[in-house]
Each structure stands twice: as structure tokens, then as C-alpha cells.
């Protein structure tokens, strides 16, 4: 009786034979990934309402925990190899573009805040991602974070349509009645629904036929309902530039295909901005083409990034300060930069905020370009020959 005891006494406890089965980190990964998409504030479309400079203790607490449980689970649940595997030097590079930028603001203790979060956000994605011990348990990872997340914005549109959905009282009064389910704007539900459209092609073609399709389809209408054209139009070519080729056995030709797609969209958006011939066919073509209201954004910022080509205005620290409330406002500018909180553009976006150095993708030519023109002309005067207008 005693050498029995004793054999059950040293054997693995019930921690770890749960641990063993990769059960405990699937949940993990479900819980993380959840609450990083449906945040700490679901349901308010106009933001927490924060009194003081301290920021949103709700929003400091939660994302600092869910921080710290994503280094817990990666440095206890997760294989060595698989954390070595993580380590890069291209980590070291982009953290000291990021501390460049955040020392290039004018206050860069207000700045760490923001970093803070976005390093959190970096670790709960890895830890996300290699936490589940393989694809099964990947793909119910999937499986319940996206359903909660549906769920609980199809819930919001039938039961709480003032924050769901847009309303005719809301600042954007254009948008009334498209669909934003947890989320605060319709354009931040529309690509995370997209992205759930993919999550379930992925458990289709996995074999998961049930989850995957009902997931892709329910995430569809609601993109759909979002509003987002810009969303609702990229999600089906992406779908095809990746289902065709296969179709047909060109695989191989997926990649030359989806370069070429982002190459063709930053010709069609950023180009008839930034290049004079393509400018001049879209004002003859299509006349009031502003991709509802984008391109005077983008011209702006273009003007502004070429004062500051090298080292951007700071990370996160260009939209809704000073520099822009107090900028010139055109009386023949369509659109109202002063009160918009991005560029509806990421590559725009990253060189305001840290330079053209962070820019590694084909729409730096289309900076550089106009940032060399500014810069020549403002010394030579115009010349026929650039191939840019400022």
C-alpha cells in the first residue's frame, strides 16, 4: 500500500499532465486573442471618457495584465525552441526605430504610453501564435475568439443598436445605421471582420467545414453592413488572388500576383496624389474621385512629410495636435484635415511618424518623389521635367 501511495505521489500531478496536453494554452491563446480584438471598452463608440492626463486606468490595468499573462504563458507554456525560434535582430532594429520616434516628440512621456501598448500588443500576438501546440489547436483558438467576437456584435446590432450601429446624432452623421458591433468605428469592425472571413476559409479548408463556413459567411454580411468599401471590395480579390492560382495549379504565381495587386492599388491611391500624369487622367476620367475624401488627406500629409522626410513628427504624434488644429485650412480642401485621427493610410501613417527609414515597401518612391521635388524647388524653382507636382 505504501510503495503504491507512493508511486501515485510521485507521478506527474494533474497540472501537468493538463499542461502536457496543450489544453491549458489553447485556452490561453482563445482568452488573449479575444480580449486584444473586443478590448477592454466594447460598446462605446465615443471612447472612454478619461478625466485628467493619466489615460484610461480601465484600458492601463487590463492590457498591462493581459501583458503580463502573455509572458507568463510564453516563458512557462511554450517550447524553447519555439521562443528562440521568436528572436531576431530585425526585433532590435524596429524597437530602436521606435525609440527614435518616440524621442523625436515633444513630450515623450505622454509618447511611452503609446509605445507601451503597442509592445503588449506585440507580445499577446506571439504569444497567440505559439501557444497552441499545432494546427487543430490553432484552429480552435480561432474558432472561439471568433464566434465570441460575432456573437457578441450580432448581439450589439439586434439588442443595443445606439452603440452597435451608427446613428443619424453621432458626429459622422453619414454613417447612420451601418453596423460596428463591439467596436467604436465601422472602419475598425470592417477589416477585423475580414479578417475573421479568412479565419473561417482557413478552418474550411482545414476540414472544418461547419465552423469555417458559418464564420466566413456571418463575418461577410457584417462587413457588408459595415459600410466599408475599401474592405468589402479587397476581401474577394484577395480571395481570388489566392484561390485561382491554386485552381489551376499556378501556385507559384500567388505571390507575383498579390505584389502586383498591392502595386496597383498604391499606383490607384497614392498615385493620382502624387503623380502628375496619373493625376491628371483621374481629374479627366473620374473627376470627383476623393475616395471619399482620402485624397486631400494624403496631399496634405505629402506637404508634411516633405518638411520632414528623414525623421517623420514622432511616433503617434502627428494627427490631432497642434501642428495639425493650427495648419492652413484651404477654402477649396474638400475634406477637413484638423479633425481626423489617421491617414487612411498605414505607409502614410509610418512616415509622419518615423521617416522614410521605416518604410520598406513600394510607396516610398512615391514619397521620396515628392519630397525631392519640394525640396528641389524650393531651391531651383519649378521645372517642367519632375515627374512629381507638390
Not at 97 to 105: C, G, H, Q, S
Not at 205 to 224: C, Q
Amino acid at each position: 500500500m505504501n510503495s503504491l501511495a507512493q508511486q501515485r505521489w510521485s507521478g506527474p500531478s494533474f497540472v501537468a499532465r493538463m499542461a502536457a496536453t496543450g489544453q491549458p494554452s489553447t485556452a490561453i491563446a482563445a482568452a488573449l486573442f479575444t480580449v486584444l480584438m473586443i478590448s477592454f471598452r466594447p460598446f462605446q463608440p465615443a471612447g472612454p471618457q478619461v478625466t485628467g492626463s493619466g489615460g484610461d486606468i480601465v484600458n492601463q490595468l487590463g492590457f498591462g495584465a493581459l501583458g503580463a499573462i502573455a509572458v507568463a504563458s510564453l516563458l512557462m507554456l511554450v517550447d524553447r525552441r519555439v521562443l528562440v525560434s521568436l528572436l531576431s535582430p530585425w526585433w532590435i532594429l524596429l524597437l530602436g526605430f521606435v525609440a527614435v520616434a518616440t524621442l523625436n516628440t515633444p513630450v515623450p512621456s505622454d509618447t511611452m504610453r503609446t509605445v507601451a501598448f503597442s509592445v503588449i500588443g506585440i507580445v499577446t500576438v506571439a504569444a497567440i501564435l505559439t501557444l497552441p501546440r499545432d494546427a487543430d489547436a490553432f484552429s480552435r483558438v480561432l474558432v472561439c475568439a471568433g464566434f465570441v467576437i460575432l456573437g457578441l456584435s450580432y448581439f450589439g446590432v439586434i439588442a443595443m443598436r445606439d452603440v452597435a450601429v451608427h446613428q443619424a446624432f453621432d458626429v459622422e452623421s453619414q454613417h447612420a445605421g451601418l453596423w460596428r458591433g463591439v467596436f467604436t468605428h465601422k472602419n475598425i469592425a470592417g477589416p477585423v471582420m475580414a479578417g475573421l472571413a479568412f479565419a473561417g476559409l482557413y478552418l474550411w479548408r482545414r476540414g472544418w467545414r461547419w465552423s469555417g463556413a458559418t464564420m466566413a459567411i456571418l463575418a461577410m454580411i457584417f462587413v457588408f453592413h459595415t459600410g466599408s468599401k475599401t474592405t468589402t471590395a479587397t476581401v474577394p480579390l484577395a480571395g481570388m488572388l489566392i484561390a485561382l492560382p491554386g485552381i489551376f495549379g499556378l501556385r507559384f504565381l500567388v505571390p507575383v500576383l498579390v505584389i502586383a495587386a498591392v502595386s496597383a492599388l498604391a499606383v490607384a491611391t497614392l498615385g493620382i496624389v502624387f503623380i502628375d500624369p496619373l493625376k491628371e487622367l483621374a481629374a479627366t476620367l473620374a473627376p470627383d474621385l476623393t475616395y471619399t475624401g482620402r485624397t486631400p488627406v494624403w496631399d496634405f500629409a505629402g506637404d508634411m512629410i516633405a518638411q520632414r522626410p528623414f525623421f517623420g513628427y514622432g511616433f503617434d504624434n502627428f494627427w490631432l495636435t497642434e501642428l495639425v488644429f493650427t495648419s492652413d485650412q484651404p477654402f477649396d480642401r474638400p475634406w477637413d484635415i484638423r479633425g481626423i485621427v489617421h491617414g487612411h493610410n498605414g505607409y502614410i501613417d509610418i512616415a509622419l511618424g518615423m521617416g522614410f527609414r521605416r518604410l520598406p515597401s513600394p510607396s516610398p518612391p512615391f514619397c521620396w518623389c515628392r519630397s525631392a521635388t519640394t525640396c528641389a524647388r524650393r531651391s531651383i524653382g519649378k521645372m517642367s521635367f519632375w515627374p512629381i507636382s507638390s
